[in-house]
C-alpha cells in the first residue's frame, strides 16, 4: 500500500529519533495527518515544501499517537478501571470515564497542534486562521 501526500517521510522521522517500524510509522503518519489537515481546514494539502513545524507537529502526534495504541493494547480490557488480586475483584470504568479518557487524549492532540502550528503561514495565510 502506498500512503502519498505524506507530511513526514519515513526517513526523515527516523533522522528525527523515530523508532516506530515502517508500516505501523504509515498508519499512524496519515491519522497525524488527518487531525492536521481537521484543524488546518486542508490548508497544507497539494503543497510542496512542508514547513518545519510542520513535520515537527506530526513527529509529536506520531509519538502520542503510538503511545495511545500501546496502552490500549497492553491491557487484556481497556474498560477495567482496577483489579485486586485478595480476593479477586475487577472494577470497570463507567462510560463517563471513558468519556472522559478520549476527551483528554482529543485536547492533548489538540494542544500538540496549536503548539507546533499556531503561527506558521503557508501562501500567505495562517493554517489555523478559522476566519472572523
Known amino acids: 500500500m502506498e500512503f502519498s501526500g505524506q507530511y513526514l517521510k519515513y526517513n526523515e522521522y527516523l533522522e528525527l529519533g523515530g523508532s516506530v517500524a515502517e508500516t505501523p ?12 489537515d481537521e484543524r488546518t481546514f486542508g490548508r497544507l494539502k497539494g503543497i510542496e515544501n512542508i514547513p518545519i513545524e510542520v513535520k515537527m507537529c506530526v513527529y509529536a502526534l506520531i509519538n502520542t499517537l503510538n503511545s495511545y495504541s500501546m496502552d490500549s493494547t497492553s491491557s487484556r480490557n481497556k474498560n477495567i478501571a482496577s ?11 463507567s462510560g463517563s470515564q471513558v468519556r472522559e479518557i ?12 496549536m503548539t507546533y502550528l499556531l503561527g506558521v503561514v503557508v501562501n500567505n495565510q495562517h493554517i489555523l486562521y478559522i476566519g472572523v
Do not use: M, P, Q, W
Open 83 to 93: 483489579e485486586s488480586t485478595d480476593g479477586y475483584s475487577v472494577s470497570y470504568a
Open 25 to 36: 510509522f504509515n498508519i499512524l503518519e496519515f491519522e497525524a495527518r488527518r487531525k492536521i
Open 102 to 113: 478520549v476527551e483528554s487524549k482529543s485536547v492533548e492532540l489538540n494542544d500538540i497542534i
